[in-house]
């Protein structure tokens, strides 16, 4: 579970951010984010009332637009893109691995002699 420290809760610094403190900052407004949507959806799952469904939903897709507002400035200010390509890329990878058929199981569909024989009369 994320557990990042927020240095300035509830408080404005008395001075401007430097670059490096501004990603932390924006990976902690991401972590803010996604644990909203979280929170919302637990509580649309949790409840039979269709407006109070309806109305979490909306609040927790609205939350994943500022997730991806998050993320594209992030990737603007930083090699964030880079990072993110290699990950699909790794993913990508297993995903097709995961959905080839493995080799022995291709094998064991090719014909063998015992499977041209016939069996029974
Ligand atoms: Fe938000």
């Given at each position: 579970m994320p557990d990042f420290l927020n240095p300035f809760s509830g408080t404005v610094p008395d001075r401007k951010l430097t670059d490096e403190e501004l990603l932390r900052?924006?990976?902690l407004d991401i972590a803010g984010e996604l644990e909203a949507i979280?929170?919302?959806?637990?509580?649309?799952d949790a409840t039979d009332n269709a407006l109070a469904?309806?109305?979490?939903?909306?609040?927790a897709n609205e939350e994943r637009?500022?997730?991806?507002?998050?993320?594209?400035?992030?990737?603007?200010?930083t090699d964030e893109d880079e990072?993110?390509?290699k990950g699909k890329i790794?993913?990508?990878?297993?995903?097709?691995?995961?959905?080839?058929p493995a080799p022995a199981a291709a094998a064991k569909d090719e014909p063998t002699i015992g499977?041209?024989?016939?069996?029974?009369?």
């Open positions: 900052a924006i990976r979280h929170g919302y959806m637990a509580h649309a469904k309806a109305v979490l939903t909306d609040i637009v500022h997730v991806g507002e998050l993320i594209r400035l992030l990737s603007i200010l990072y993110l390509a790794e993913v990508d990878t297993l995903a097709a691995q995961l959905a080839a499977s041209l024989k016939t069996t029974g009369a």
